[in-house]
């Protein structure tokens, strides 16, 4: 396994994202618990907006961010399940 592996959602052709596979996996698993309860986070806020006071541009935001923040997660521990082996 390469040292840094690129972040999924990173630009086509920019590996700026890199996820250090020789960090401890407490860190590793830090850093993903961390993106996770933030997505947690803005998915609780808009389950708490009624639809009249939400404007399109902002719900497609908190999406956006949410699933990178899932994504950049799921990388992370795809590189714990593949220290594990």
Do not use: W
Request: aromatic share 2%; with cysteine.
């Amino acid at each position: 396994m390469p040292h840094y592996l690129p972040q999924t959602d990173n630009p086509v052709g920019s590996d700026v994202l890199l996820i250090d596979t020789r960090a401890s996996v407490s860190a590793l698993l830090c850093c993903a618990e961390q993106r996770f309860q933030a997505a947690k986070n803005l998915l609780r806020s808009v389950s708490c907006l009624s639809a009249t006071s939400s404007a399109q541009q902002d719900l497609n935001a908190v999406c956006e961010a949410t699933s990178l923040l899932l994504q950049e997660g799921c990388d992370v521990l795809g590189v714990v399940v593949l220290r594990s082996d």
